[in-house]
């Protein structure tokens, strides 16, 4: 499950990376100036995803101490 949400929040903080500067390259421009709302979301909605990594990567240890305890 760390490595799903590893590759999901990795895969979001490219598109929200595109969102806010563009690629000049492959003419994508930044669409954050015309859509406040959605950067604001998709900024919102990248912070919950490091926090599930976060706190799965505690769950982890967590679990390897009840383990080693045992």
């Not at 994508?28 to 912070?47: H, K, M, N, P």
């Not at 982890?60 to 101490?65: D, E, H, K, R, Y």
């Amino acid at each position: 499950m760390l490595a799903l949400v590893t590759a999901a929040s990795s895969a979001a903080t490219a598109i929200v990376y595109l969102a806010h500067k563009g690629n000049v390259r492959a003419n994508w421009l930044a669409i954050c100036q015309q859509l406040d709302s959605f950067c604001e979301r998709t900024s919102g909605s990248l912070v919950g995803s490091f926090g599930a990594m976060v706190l799965l990567i505690l769950l982890i240890l967590l679990s390897a101490m009840a383990l080693a305890r045992r």
